[in-house]
């Protein structure tokens, strides 16, 4: 089965701090893509990074940056210097070729992040 | 470019009442077609989803059907809404597994 967890359901963070929001993906597959969306309060959702099971470079894009580890299935990701315009719900999400409903996404339930000023 | 749009953003319906919303692709063919769902406060929830005109696969038993009666369109249907089908509703398009997924605007259903 295909499976995304998101183990932080709220994070509380101070402007300028650093915030790392867990991803955690289960499947038997061997080829899969993992991905972040932001949903901020509007609810229209942003994509923000696909990362396919092949690679597991890091990637940095601004403040953003991932870490993909195969070995322990996560697929981190951390903000660097928070600003108030990230608060917004994180969600991670799989996408399986054995995934039962063809290549839709799989989500995680979602980190709501807020930052102050 | 693709585009996708949905509407209506925002419903208000009564109990016992039916429910069309429609979302439209343009820019692409064939896409791939999805129906999700967001509780309040939870996390999406995989509804329905078209490989093709006419293909319609189900996730979850529940008072909605989907359709897809040409190939860029996709309508999620309810003859008598329920209080539990209240959520926000998000259509999205894929063209295929790999590629990135593109989310409409969503459509905010309360049932009352």
């Known amino acids: 089965a295909q499976k995304v967890t998101q183990a932080q359901t709220e994070i509380s963070v101070v402007e300028k701090e650093d915030v790392t929001l867990d991803c955690v993906y289960e499947?038997?597959?061997?080829?899969?893509?993992l991905f972040w969306y932001k949903q901020p309060p509007s609810g229209e959702l942003v994509f923000l990074i696909r990362?396919?099971?092949?690679?597991?470079q890091n990637e940095i894009s601004g403040r953003y940056s991932w870490n993909f580890q195969k070995s322990t299935s996560s697929f981190n990701f951390t903000i660097t210097a928070s600003q108030v315009v990230d608060s917004a719900v994180y969600f991670c999400?799989?996408?399986?070729?054995?995934?039962?409903?063809?290549?839709?996404?799989?989500f995680g339930k979602g980190t709501t992040l807020s930052v102050s000023s | 470019s693709q585009t996708i749009h949905q509407w209506p953003a925002t419903l208000v319906q009564p109990v016992g009442s039916p429910l069309s919303l429609e979302c439209t692709v343009e820019?692409?063919?064939?896409?791939?077609l999805y129906w999700y769902r967001q509780a309040a406060g939870r996390g999406l929830q995989l509804l329905f989803y078209?490989?093709?005109?006419?293909?319609i696969s189900s996730e979850v038993p529940q008072n909605l059907s989907a359709s897809r009666p040409q190939d860029r369109q996709f309508i999620l249907s309810s003859k008598k809404l329920l209080l539990s089908d209240s959520g926000f509703y998000l259509c999205?398009?894929?063209?295929?597994?790999?590629?990135?997924?593109?989310f409409g605007s969503g459509t905010r259903l309360t049932v009352v």
């Open positions: 990362r396919n099971s092949f690679d597991e």
């Open positions: 999400a799989l996408s399986a070729l054995a995934n039962q409903a063809g290549t839709a996404l799989i």
């Open positions: 999205a398009w894929s063209e295929g597994q790999g590629y990135g997924y593109t």
């Open positions: 078209s490989v093709g005109i006419g293909q």
């Open positions: 499947t038997r597959d061997t080829t899969y893509y």
């Open positions: 820019g692409t063919s064939n896409p791939n």
